[in-house]
């Protein structure tokens, strides 16, 4: 099933403002809560779906993206392969748009505490992108194709699944915060007394402290290694365009959540071809002969040749169209054409038998261009710099 459209999922126009989409998610997040809607499976994916709109509109580069490219900018080529994107855990919300309702609860203040109210105030770390670089031929962008790289990254170490602690009895709650992971301080002022809270110094918000070091990370939960990721990369993707892999970046200390990995689109110049956005460009040189005469010749595409005829009386600067012979659009919005340009090649140097058939020609007035065609040549001439 094909995702929605951000910007329908929140219910705002694609001119909204970042205030307005974060009033519209705010909105969506309350009516669609699990504390609301307890046992409904249905109101938990729209939550989460809104969840998914708000993550990429309020990122002005994901938005841009995604303006631009649609769900393939931003991980939308996952609902064809697998590869791109994936969901947000009810985790992942909590964390990182908590702060949008108050408080230092991941949840909603006013209602009864999805998962427990205490697990959601601590803190959770994310770790950080990661960005590759991605070179692709022609053939690969018309097609779509699968890629291997391998990437040196941050993983969970597997000797503490990424807690940090040596063995089941390595962590304690922190006795700073109590678990909670944040820490209120009461000051009197002129004003009265005044209540702040900020994060524990002690756990830096993760509510436990390390007591037994896991030997194999030193407490980190995480190590340097390397992960081969398999990329999907969907057709008609341009040079420049970046796609992302959600939670294939760097693993985020004592079992966060993980960053995402970003894929920079690098395109190869092909040795024939020249494309321009979805249309692909081609120059056919001919011969004086085979402009005059005519003839069938074959030109390069994407995946081999195509034959082409041309037609006795061919002129210099015509342009054939091949039809669906380009590149398909990133959004499935149709396929561009191969577009090909006619030259005439003239010869440098003649024999002398090649210079007594040519003075023969001269005098010939087929070989006189007229009035009509000389004003014709003018006309794409002047054309040129209108």
Known sequence: MAKRDYYEVLGVDRSASADDIKKAYRKKAIQFHPDKNPGDKTAEEKFKEAAEAYDILSDPQKRQRYDQFGHAGVGGASQQSGGFGGGMSMEDIFSQFGDIFGGHFGGFGGFGGFGGGSSRGQRVNRGSDLRVKVKLTLKEIANGVEKKIKVKKYVQCKVCHGSGAEGNNGTKICDTCRGSGYVTRVTNTILGQMQTQSICPTCGG??????????????????????????????????????????????????????????????????????????????LLLSVPQAALGTTVEVPTVDGKAKVKIDPGTQPGKVLRLRNKGLPSVNRYGTGDLLVNVSVYIPETLSSPEREVLSEMENSPNFQPNKSVKEKIFSKFRNMFD
């Open 206 to 283: 993760e509510g436990k402290v390390i007591v037994n070091k896991c030997s194999a990370c030193n407490g980190e939960g995480v190590v340097r290694d390397e992960e081969i990721i398999t990329i999907n990369i969907p057709a008609g993707v341009a040079e420049g365009m970046q796609l992302s892999m959600s939670g294939k970046g760097n693993a985020a200390r004592h079992g966060g959540i993980n960053g995402d990995l970003l894929i920079l689109v690098e395109e190869e110049p092909h040795p024939e071809l020249i494309r321009d956005e979805n249309d692909l460009l081609y120059n």
